[in-house]
């Protein structure tokens, strides 16, 4: 695998991410909703300080949750696809590059784009709390952002899997918002729903959370702020009891999980249609 | 128009029994030729008849379901990297990066194939294509047959033996499609050409040797001289007789006659009679004709158009767009044809 073509392909997909209309939509969107939430957080002067900044980042959770994995899964689904349906791939796949090299430089590219979008929110989220003279738990934050990023490459690896099997980008793009409703409702709605009615134990309601790459970021967020899952009812409280001091490392771990398996099918659904 | 015995000269592509499937439909049956250094080969045929799926296959971007192939000397499945090193490919429409300006376009590539003297490379061939002026323009904001130009720039970019342009004058207007014909035709003796086409008349005035494709398969190939002399019926003899001839009769005296293949009636006592190969038959015609005391109005003998031989040698064709399947996909596979 040669490593200068990942990074000029990956150079260029963030070129082309930076003249996105979708993608600058989104990371000024989420930018200006960071900034929105850290305001209203740390609006009143009762609540400023360490409480100002709980609230500003539990709102950071629930923002990133919604917005991270759309932004992640399109512009994934649209990577392959688009060059497919624009005829370009034909013409890159003819010079003397892998697949595998391409399906990596686009990943690496798209990767670094949506970490740029995400600093520059949680960034400016985060300079604003401390102007208004809240404090800012940089070790609870930093936790909160990196497993953003890992949510971030884990819903990105997903749209590369779908764009490796679709010929449109209108078609990967309409899956992707499938997935992202899926998702969301899976974790939320569909969880609790099925809980009551299928009368889950605990543990198998643990397990199927964990399963979504949206609830181990919710989880981990949480843990991350608080100190404990308490706020998430008898689920968390069990979670806590079972996993202990493991559970940000089983965390991370399904999401890094989220982020390979994907990617690996991508490239195999990606490589099949080829030669090499 | 050959100036050396094909014996004698590299060949630089070879393609073996080359088929295609798509589940169970074909879009190559077998496609089998040589290509030689520095000579220009023309894929005829109508839409869908597998030129652009043998053009994929050669170039690394699909692969065959059984055959084999080889660009000067490599293996494409085997040695795919280093064929991919030899060619130079437009695919049809011309996809370009649009965003991105000539230069910057130019030199991606020259990066992607890690071209030594990267910037005199891309000089080079901006010049080849006269382009010189246009290295900071945006190619979105380009004519076509600009971008055209610079779809052929990127193809020869680090001049490669073999340069694959699929249907590189569509879409274009006429002066443009002039401007890429002689464009092409310089880059003979240097390169081999293969480009594809459904024009006959460019197949014609650009072409060594055509091969003209039909249903997954090579029907014919030759130089297009050769074309129209080599194929049986490829003469005929246009008679005029008095219309009121009963046209059944005529069909039926000529039929029998040595050396004719066919006999058609175009109306108004018009008919053409297709001759077969180094078949003579017009003395024996104008006997039949006088022998029943038909009036004889007029006998032309007549050379067959490649546009006529072409239509005879694909009458059987389905047209489907080609352009349409993406053959890079399962749902492209469902599609069938390609």
Excluded at chain 1, 61 to 78: D, E, I, K, Y
Excluded at chain 2, 286 to 293: E, F, I, K
Excluded at chain 2, 309 to 334: R, W, Y
């Amino acid at each position: 695998m040669d490593t200068r073509v990942i990074g000029l392909v990956a150079r260029k997909e963030v070129r082309d991410a930076l003249r996105n209309r979708w993608f600058l939509l989104y990371a000024a969107g989420f930018a200006l909703l960071a900034i929105a939430l850290s305001q209203l957080s740390t609006g009143d002067s009762g609540t400023a300080g360490y409480a100002g900044f709980g609230r500003t980042a539990a709102g950071l959770v629930n923002l990133v949750l919604f917005v991270v994995p759309l932004m992640g899964l399109t512009l994934g689904a649209q990577s392959l696809a688009g060059e497919r349906e624009r005829g370009t791939l034909a013409t890159l796949l003819a010079q003397p590059v892998t697949r595998t090299e391409v399906l990596l430089g686009k990943f690496a590219g798209l990767a670094l784009a949506l970490g740029a979008a995400l600093l520059l929110g949680f960034g400016l989220a985060g300079a604003w709390v401390a102007a208004r003279g809240g404090g800012v738990e940089a070790g609870a934050y930093a936790q909160v952002v990196g497993a953003a990023a890992l949510l971030a490459l884990a819903t990105l690896s997903i749209g590369f899997l779908i764009s490796s099997a679709a010929r449109r980008t209108s078609a990967a793009t309409a899956v992707a918002l499938f997935v992202w409703l899926a998702l969301v409702f899976a974790g939320d709605l569909g969880l609790m729903g099925s809980a009551m009615t299928m009368r889950l134990p605990v543990r198998t309601l643990l397990g199927l959370t964990l399963l979504n790459p949206l609830e181990a970021y919710r989880i981990g967020g949480i843990a991350a702020i608080t100190g404990g899952l308490d706020v998430l009812g008898p689920a968390g409280v069990y979670a806590d009891r079972v996993l202990g001091p493991s559970l940000v490392a089983v965390l991370a771990a399904v999401l890094v999980a989220w982020c390979v398996v994907p990617l690996i099918a991508a490239g195999v659904v990606f490589a099949r249609r080829g030669i090499r | 128009m050959k100036s050396q015995p094909a014996q004698d000269r590299e060949v630089m592509i070879q393609a073996e029994h080359l088929a295609r499937y798509y589940g169970p439909s074909p879009a190559l049956r077998d496609i089998t030729f040589d290509a030689y250094r520095g000579e220009i080969v023309g894929f005829l045929g109508p839409n869908g008849a597998g030129k652009t799926t043998t053009m994929r296959i050669l170039t690394g971007y699909l692969p065959p379901t059984s055959g084999r192939a080889s660009i000067a000397g490599f293996d494409i499945i085997e040695q795919s990297m280093e064929v991919r090193r030899h060619i130079g490919y437009l695919p049809e429409t011309t996809p370009l990066y649009t965003d991105m300006t000539v230069w910057s376009y130019l030199d991606f590539m020259a990066r992607l194939r890690g071209v030594a003297n990267r910037d005199d490379a891309v000089e080079r061939a901006m010049s080849r294509v006269n382009l010189d002026d246009r290295a900071d323009q945006v190619i979105g904001q380009l004519s076509k047959g600009l971008r055209q130009r610079v779809g052929i720039a990127q193809a020869v970019l680090h001049d490669p033996p073999v340069v694959i342009l699929d249907e590189p004058t569509i879409g274009l207007d006429p002066r443009q499609i002039q401007d890429v014909r002689s464009l092409i035709h310089e880059l003979k003796g240097n390169h081999t050409v293969i480009i594809s086409t459904h024009i006959l008349s460019e197949a014609e005035q650009l072409c060594d040797r055509v091969l003209v494709i039909n249903r997954g398969e090579i029907v014919a190939a030759a130089s297009p001289e050769e074309l129209q002399t080599q194929l049986a019926g490829a003469q005929a003899v246009r008679v005029v007789l008095a219309p009121s001839v009963q046209p059944r009769e005529v069909e039926k005296a000529f039929a029998d006659i040595e050396g004719v293949a066919g006999v058609a009636s175009e109306g108004d006592g018009r008919y053409l009679v297709k001759v077969t190969a180094n078949g003579n038959p017009r003395a024996a015609i104008a006997q039949s004709v006088v022998g029943r005391g038909w009036p004889l109005l007029e006998m032309t003998p007549i050379g067959m158009s490649l546009e006529r031989i072409f239509l005879e040698l694909t009458a059987d064709a389905d047209v489907v767009d080609e352009t349409e399947i993406d053959t890079d996909t399962d749902a492209g596979e469902e599609d069938g044809d390609a």
